[in-house]
Protein backbone atom coordinates (compact mmCIF):
# COMPACT_ATOMS: atom_id res chain seq x y z
CA UNK A 1 0.00 0.00 0.00
CA UNK A 2 2.59 2.64 0.69
CA UNK A 3 4.84 1.27 -2.18
CA UNK A 4 1.54 2.27 -3.88
CA UNK A 5 1.42 5.80 -2.32
CA UNK A 6 4.75 6.15 -3.45
CA UNK A 7 4.19 6.08 -6.86
CA UNK A 8 1.02 7.71 -7.31
CA UNK A 9 3.21 10.36 -6.15
CA UNK A 10 5.51 9.92 -7.91
CA UNK A 11 3.69 9.54 -11.04
CA UNK A 12 1.91 12.71 -10.16
CA UNK A 13 5.34 14.90 -10.11
CA UNK A 14 6.53 13.43 -13.64
CA UNK A 15 2.86 14.84 -14.99
CA UNK A 16 3.35 18.65 -13.78
CA UNK A 17 6.80 18.73 -15.69
CA UNK A 18 6.71 21.22 -18.58
CA UNK A 19 9.01 21.74 -21.62
CA UNK A 20 11.03 25.32 -21.05
CA UNK A 21 12.06 26.36 -25.09
CA UNK A 22 16.04 28.70 -24.77
CA UNK A 23 15.76 31.25 -26.81
CA UNK A 24 17.50 30.04 -29.79
CA UNK A 25 20.05 32.12 -31.67
CA UNK A 26 18.96 33.20 -35.39
CA UNK A 27 18.95 31.06 -37.70
CA UNK A 28 18.86 27.47 -35.75
CA UNK A 29 16.76 26.07 -38.70
CA UNK A 30 19.76 26.63 -41.31
CA UNK A 31 22.46 24.88 -38.52
CA UNK A 32 20.32 22.24 -37.64
CA UNK A 33 18.99 19.78 -40.29
CA UNK A 34 18.38 16.69 -37.95
CA UNK A 35 16.61 16.44 -34.69
CA UNK A 36 19.04 16.08 -31.81
CA UNK A 37 17.77 14.67 -28.46
CA UNK A 38 20.52 14.63 -25.37
CA UNK A 39 20.20 14.35 -21.82
CA UNK A 40 22.49 15.22 -19.13
CA UNK A 41 22.31 16.07 -15.34
CA UNK A 42 18.48 15.24 -14.98
CA UNK A 43 17.42 17.32 -18.46
CA UNK A 44 16.52 16.19 -21.53
CA UNK A 45 17.30 18.38 -24.33
CA UNK A 46 15.75 18.37 -28.16
CA UNK A 47 17.19 20.67 -30.74
CA UNK A 48 14.90 21.03 -33.82
CA UNK A 49 14.63 22.70 -37.06
CA UNK A 50 11.03 22.15 -37.36
CA UNK A 51 7.88 21.68 -35.19
CA UNK A 52 7.43 18.35 -33.33
CA UNK A 53 5.57 16.05 -31.24
CA UNK A 54 7.16 14.62 -28.58
CA UNK A 55 6.91 12.03 -26.32
CA UNK A 56 8.98 10.51 -22.98
CA UNK A 57 8.69 7.29 -21.46
CA UNK A 58 10.39 5.16 -18.40
CA UNK A 59 12.13 2.61 -19.29
CA UNK A 60 9.15 0.61 -18.36
CA UNK A 61 6.91 1.84 -20.84
CA UNK A 62 5.25 4.72 -18.85
CA UNK A 63 4.48 8.04 -20.22
CA UNK A 64 5.88 10.86 -18.54
CA UNK A 65 5.09 13.74 -21.18
CA UNK A 66 4.05 14.64 -24.31
CA UNK A 67 4.32 17.82 -25.52
CA UNK A 68 4.03 19.81 -29.14
CA UNK A 69 7.72 21.99 -29.79
CA UNK A 70 8.12 24.73 -32.12
CA UNK A 71 11.45 24.72 -33.85
CA UNK A 72 14.54 25.25 -31.43
CA UNK A 73 15.92 24.42 -28.64
CA UNK A 74 13.96 22.79 -25.48
CA UNK A 75 14.69 21.60 -22.28
CA UNK A 76 12.62 18.76 -19.99
CA UNK A 77 13.77 18.62 -16.41
CA UNK A 78 13.08 15.11 -14.66
CA UNK A 79 13.59 14.42 -10.81
CA UNK A 80 13.84 10.96 -10.94
CA UNK A 81 17.24 9.95 -12.86
CA UNK A 82 16.59 6.72 -14.59
CA UNK A 83 16.85 5.69 -18.45
CA UNK A 84 13.94 7.01 -20.37
CA UNK A 85 12.65 6.77 -23.56
CA UNK A 86 12.25 9.79 -25.94
CA UNK A 87 10.12 9.24 -29.32
CA UNK A 88 10.10 11.93 -32.21
CA UNK A 89 8.31 10.99 -35.46
CA UNK A 90 9.97 8.07 -36.37
CA UNK A 91 12.50 8.54 -33.97
CA UNK A 92 13.18 6.76 -30.86
CA UNK A 93 16.10 7.30 -28.74
CA UNK A 94 17.34 6.15 -24.97
CA UNK A 95 18.58 8.63 -22.75
CA UNK A 96 20.04 8.08 -19.47
CA UNK A 97 19.93 10.59 -16.83
Do not use: C
Amino acid sequence: MLLMLAMAAGNAAIAQMQWRELTPAPGIEQRVTDIEISGKNGVITIRTPRRITVRVFTILGQSVNSATLNAGIHELRIAARGIYIVRVGNITQKVAL
